[in-house]
């Protein structure tokens, strides 16, 4: 069975850190590209970040440039997000996903709350 | 700035058709941006129904089709039941990497 579980979230002050992980399994993850999305609360889904095979190629959204930052670990078959700097508009559930040209595959989702 | 539009809300009535569109502010949608459309439920995680303007995904009945419409991305849902009422969304891909929701579409079955 093809799982994403996501871990990590949780309250944070706003100018602090927070590392997101998702683990897979049930697939090849090596051959999948993964994504971050988010969704704040009453919101929309909101696209992050995304990061190829071999971390060769990654993408982030321009609200997240430079604060955050994708990785992956293909041995562990992990996937993470190092979240910097946070903002109270940071505030949102965090999503792991495989894609395949769009064909999202989706984890449950982390809450990550920003707030003093 | 790019925007991704969808209607905010529609309804439809049970064993009825409805198509959702998805547009750009500054541009036609045509394949070229892998429209793709997820449905969400209350408190639930996305599901992907359509994916590259017209494949269905893993499971999704045949009832949901995508396409092209003009100068949009279309998602139309024939026979409406009762637990097709959530939300949709669109996903178009910009190129460089980026990707774009749109606001989101709830429909309601009434």
């Known amino acids: 069975e093809v799982q994403l579980v996501e871990s990590g979230g949780g309250l944070v002050k706003p100018g602090g850190s927070l590392r997101l992980s998702c683990a897979a399994s049930?697939?090849?993850?090596?051959?999948?590209?993964m994504n971050w999305v988010r969704q704040a609360p009453g919101k929309g889904l909101e696209w992050v970040s995304s990061i190829s095979t071999t971390s060769s190629y990654i993408y982030y959204a321009d609200s997240v440039k430079g604060r955050f930052t994708i990785s992956r670990n293909n041995a562990k078959k992990s996937l993470y997000l190092q979240m910097n700097n946070l903002r109270a508009e940071d505030t949102a559930v965090y999503y792991c996903?495989?894609?395949?040209?769009?064909?999202?595959?989706w984890g449950q989702g982390t809450m990550v709350t920003v707030s003093s | 700035q790019t925007v991704v539009t969808q209607e905010p809300s529609f309804s439809v009535s049970p064993g009825g058709t409805v198509t959702l569109t998805c547009g750009l502010n500054s541009d036609s949608v045509s394949a070229d941006y892998y429209p793709s459309w997820y449905q969400q439920t209350p408190g639930q995680a996305p599901r992907t129904l359509i994916y590259?303007?017209?494949t269905r995904s893993s499971g999704v009945p045949d009832r949901f089709s995508g396409s092209i419409l003009g100068n949009k991305a279309a998602l139309t849902i024939t026979g409406a039941q009762a637990h097709d009422e959530s939300d949709y969304y669109c996903l178009l891909y910009m190129g460089n990497g980026i990707w774009v929701f749109g606001g989101g579409t709830k429909l309601t079955v009434l």
């Open positions: 590259s303007t017209n």
């Open positions: 996903a495989r894609s395949d040209s769009g064909d999202y595959f």
């Open positions: 049930g697939f090849a993850f090596t051959y999948y590209v």
